[in-house]
Nanobody
Framework: QVQLVESGGGLVQPGGSLRLSCAPS????????MGWYRQAPGKERDLVAN???????NYADSVRGRFTISRDNTKNTLYLQMNSLKPEDTAVYYC???????????WGQGTQVTVSS
């Protein structure tokens, strides 16, 4: 099992930046896939980005070029750098982890991101 603790959400103006962090309770080296989903009110939870242990990344079309996902092995932390934020990025962002590609996902508690002037 793995517990995930997220931080970094908040209120930001359009065009601004935020960085989300996600700290797993076990070594990040032992986790195959980590990433972020988001869920806006009344909508489904959608994948934002993920990163595989080898370093390859995937992004939703809506965030590609604005968001960057990364893993810091020395700090045992996953990050999501969000730039050029738009009101439509407003959602609860959830960190997730898969120990292997075939196992189920573990989820963080979620952190609110609000983009508004």
């Amino acid at each position: 099992q793995v517990q995930l603790v997220e931080s970094g959400g908040g209120l930001v103006q359009p065009g601004g930046s935020l960085r989300l962090s996600c700290a797993p309770s076990r070594s990040i080296f032992s986790i195959s896939v980590m990433g972020w989903y988001r869920q806006a009110p009344g909508k489904e939870r959608d994948l934002v980005a993920n990163i595989i242990s080898g370093g390859s990344t995937n992004y939703a079309d809506s965030v590609r070029g604005r968001f960057t996902i990364s893993r810091d092995n020395t700090k045992n932390t996953l990050y999501l750098q969000m730039n050029s934020l738009k009101p439509e990025d407003t959602a609860v962002y959830y960190c997730y982890a898969q120990i292997s590609p075939t196992t189920g996902r573990y989820w963080g508690q979620g952190t609110q991101v609000t983009v508004s002037s």
